[in-house]
C-alpha cells in the first residue's frame, strides 16, 4: 500500500483507496483509467463572464440589424450612421470574446 496526493485536495489516501476521505474525489477510478491507457479527456471550462459577454455581444448585433431594417422600411426616417455603428460594435466584441474564450480555454 503507497500513499498518493489526492488530484482534487492534494490530501494524502491510500493507492488501495476507491475514494479520497477528505473530499470523496474517485481515485481508483483515475488509477485504473491511467492504467488502461485510455486517454484522458479535457472538458472546456468557459467561465460565467465570457458566456455573459457572449450573450450581451449578440443581443447587440440583433438589435442593431433590426434597428437597421426597421430604418430601411420606413422611407420618412431620417438616415443614421448609429444602427451600423451599433451592429459593428457587436460583431467586433464578438470575435473578441470568441478569441478570449478561445485563450483561457483549460
Known amino acids: 500500500m503507497a500513499l498518493i ?9 491510500s493507492d ?7 473530499c470523496g474525489a ?9 492504467a488502461a491507457g485510455t ?3 479535457t472538458i472546456q471550462e468557459t467561465s460565467k463572464k ?6 450581451i455581444s449578440v443581443s447587440v448585433i440583433i438589435i ?4 437597421v431594417f426597421v430604418l430601411a ?11 451600423a455603428l451599433f451592429t459593428t460594435a457587436g460583431l467586433i466584441w464578438y470575435v473578441v470574446n470568441r478569441f478570449r474564450i478561445w485563450w483561457h480555454h483549460k
Open 5 to 13: 496526493n489526492c488530484s482534487e485536495c492534494n490530501h494524502q489516501a
Open 16 to 22: 488501495k483507496a476507491e475514494a479520497c476521505p477528505k
Open 26 to 34: 474517485p481515485i481508483a477510478e483515475a488509477r485504473e483509467t491511467v
Open 39 to 41: 486517454q484522458v479527456k
Open 50 to 55: 465570457f458566456k455573459l459577454h457572449t450573450l
Open 64 to 67: 442593431g440589424l433590426t434597428w
Open 73 to 83: 422600411s420606413n422611407p420618412q426616417s431620417e438616415p443614421s450612421a448609429m444602427p
